[in-house]
């Protein structure tokens, strides 16, 4: 069994940062991918960023020089870092993990981006 556990949500001001963990555990025997998506309430889920195994990463324009993603093997986690943050920024951001050919999801991590 695949665990998926994000953190580091929270409440900011506009133009500040966060820095989101995702923690897998479990039955892990090859991660082929790690990225974040993100959903606001009646829209569907957007890709935010993105990091294979083989260590490039991906970012959804809306996002690009502002988003950050890394990953620590050791661990199995990979992080965002946001800076520069806007209120259009703020929705539940969820962790996915690919694991062989199967799609794996964290239950997301409000972040709110408010004066």
């Known amino acids: 069994q695949v665990q998926v556990v994000e953190s580091g949500g929270g409440l900011v001001q506009p133009g500040g940062s966060l820095r989101l963990s995702c923690a897998v555990s479990?039955?892990?025997?090859?991660?082929?991918?790690m990225g974040w998506y993100r959903q606001t309430p009646g829209k569907q889920r957007e890709y935010v960023a993105g990091?294979?195994?083989?260590?490039?990463?991906n970012y959804a324009d809306s996002v690009k020089g502002r988003f950050t993603i890394s990953r620590d093997n050791a661990k199995n986690t990979v992080y965002l870092q946001m800076n520069s943050l806007k209120p259009e920024d703020t929705a539940v951001y969820y962790c996915n993990v690919l694991l062989g050919t199967s799609n794996y999801w964290g239950q997301g991590t409000q972040v709110t981006v408010s004066s």
């Open positions: 990091m294979p195994s083989g260590g490039s990463t």
């Open positions: 479990g039955s892990i025997f090859s991660i082929r991918a």
